[in-house]
């Protein structure tokens, strides 16, 4: 009796000795995955490090490369002013070719300067006033705001010490000498485009502070200008969604009854013209000229006009791929019979 009870007890000790290995190399097994799962994350970690490292020398190396952001406009500048405020001020102008076409970054508040500040009060319901008061020290912060400066070295400063176009003397100016301001772009969108543009074809506004990202800087490269003959296709691979940048607007040849309008874009353009007597300018009831030939040099011609009488004028431009831009309220008088 006794044997036949030890035979089951010794048959669950035999099995219970053949699964404690089982067991062990399930655990082993367990243990290992958690091991490597662990190796995983740390090594993910490692690389998360690494990319914070590289966004933390990437921000240093731009802080070497600009001097300092500006960040206010916090004094009353006027004619003779001179300095860092002066510049920011003439970049924010020169973003609008309407508002400032000389585009001159002198860092000395001259007449062109003054005459573009006023274009700018204007524009914005200010008293033209041509100085930077308190007003007008809120509407650049709030421009300043969202297109951001910094001051770099200007490796073609003029050391010579004559006077720019607008008067300034490039070889003195105290803060900020030898020092140019560049635009802060963020990834993603381009501020103030006009600065990213050549004036007259042939030099940068304000350049850019820092390394763009590929896709703006072949945005940038596709709007240069071309010799080719694609019509200023600007991208076949980018969509094209800046709108045409119009410059050198004025009337000219202007008689008793006759004026020619004329200005250029940046590349081909359809255009409108609309012109009255009466000011603000209203599209809805002014006289309307169109001319739907793209090309980048327009012009007009006015006729039947009244003899010593202010007309007001405004155009609208549109390039292939409907982008369009329009400019501030022009003026001219005609000449008396």
Known sequence: MKE?????????????????????????????TQINS???????????????DDLKASQQTLQTQVATEFNAFIVTLS???????????????????????????????????????????????????????PRTRQLLNRL????????????DGDESGNRGNDGSNRGHGGRGENKRPCAI?????????GWLKKHDGNRLIVPVCQTLPGGIERKLDDDEDDDDDDDNQRSTT????IAPII?????????????????STDEKT????????????????????????????????????TASTTYYYLVNVSDKSHNSATTTEHSFITLTN
Do not use: C
Request: charged share 15%.
């Open 38 to 52: 662990i190796s995983t994350l740390l090594q993910q970690l490692q690389t998360l490090r690494k990319q914070i």
């Open 238 to 241: 980018t969509p094209d969604i």
């Open 185 to 193: 772009v963020p990834p993603g969108h381009l501020i103030a485009s």
């Open 270 to 305: 359809t255009s409108t013209l609309w012109y009255s007597t009466t000011t603000p300018l209203n599209t809805s009831s002014a006289i309307r000229l169109d001319n739907n030939s793209r090309k980048t040099s327009h012009s007009y011609t006015l006729t039947g006009l």
């Open 79 to 133: 004619l003779g002013s001179q300095g860092d405020a002066v510049k920011a001020l003439q970049a924010l102008l020169a973003a609008n070719p309407d508002i400032y076409p000389e585009g001159l970054i002198t860092g000395f508040f001259g007449k062109a300067t003054e005459r573009a500040l006023k274009r700018l009060q204007r524009v914005n319901g200010l008293e033209q006033i041509g100085r930077v008061g």
């Open 144 to 155: 300043l705001r969202e297109n951001s400066i910094a001051f770099e070295d200007d490796d």
């Open 247 to 263: 410059s050198n607007l004025v009337a000219t040849s202007t008689t008793s009854s006759v004026a020619s309008v004329v200005w």
């Open 4 to 32: 036949k009870l030890l035979l089951p007890i010794l048959g669950l000790i035999t099995a219970g000795t053949m699964l404690i290995p089982a067991i062990s190399m399930a655990q082993s097994t367990a243990t290992t």
